[in-house]
């Protein structure tokens, strides 16, 4: 068959066919994607909740939009047989060494890390990337209204990664910010 | 030239990577650890077979000026296919090679198979070519990816075998050129024995 020739209507025709056949394509597997992609997320969510919590067997789940953030806090409040057990906050930070990260972060009895988890980074792998070790361990059962959530080289109480203050002291702001948002959630 | 050949000269002859030096910024970028490399490997390795088989199938019915376009239509629409498809079924490793996947569209290996192979030859012989190119590409990048880790993290494909912290250098980016640099001089020095 000899190739077509460049003619405009040709070309027209062409690239109309290829782009029309492309979108059904992807329309197709975005369908058949979407539930799973859901589920996959809602997993990943669901374990974060159980490494910072207590066991729970019910969760409700709200949103709120803290002073000066660029995002929404997502709250998960976690019960066992009708007791409240604590609070999970997926939270962010917009001063990591590359950007935003986010980390879910377990509160119980309002003022107490029960257990923090890092969700999405793209911090220094071998630097940053060590606040997903048992470095953030330093953060369980420490009680928010003595314990200062700075680095020690600011004057506060946490340790940070060697090499990546900038990472620790991102995570601290994000655990900071969850913990504000609760503040304000109670006062209401 | 017979199809094996066709096939293999992919890994060492005409290796994307390590003769070529094609595709360098996912090579550069996703090879810390072997398992990222193999991952980043196989997405590309479909691509390219995929969309070497549309377009040598197609090849008679584009107009030779909208050709690239074409391509790169098509190329999208499979990097998008295997993008949903690895954020549904293999979330972590989608995690964690990020950008680099829809980054695929942009690497030249995809569109240089394209252009310079199937839309010169028959079905068959780009589906091959676009196998042991892709094929190749993902022997390069878990080979890197492999050293890097070892050295980087004493660990291959996530088995930590050195305890504590290994040599940083090889997990930052400036490990990858060495180690890249290195891989390259062994496999010259390997071809002319």
Redesign the interface.
Known sequence: ???????FI??VL??FV??AV?AL??GA??NA?KE??AI??RL?IEKAIGEVLPEFDKIEEFKTLPEGGKDSLTFYNAFKNGEPVGTAVRTYTDNGFSGRFWIMVGFTDGDVISGTSVL?H?E????GDKMKTIWADQFKGKNLTTYKLKVKKDGGDVDAITAATISSRAFCDATQRAYNEIKKEEGQ | MNQLQNFTKGFIKDNPVFVLLLGMCPTLAVTSTAINGLGMGLATTFVLVMSNIVVSLIKNLIPDKVRIPSFIVIIASFVTIVELTMQAYVPDLFDSLGIFIPLIVVNCIVLGRAEAFASKNNVVSSMIDGLGMGLGFAFALTLLGTVRELFGSGSIFGMKFIPGDAILVFVLSPGAFITLGYLIALLNRLKKA
Do not use: H, Q
């Open positions: 068959m000899a190739k077509k020739e460049s003619s040709n070309m062409t690239l290829v782009t492309a394509a992807l597997v975005y994607t799973p992609i996959a997320k990943k999405e793209k220094t792998p071998g630097l």
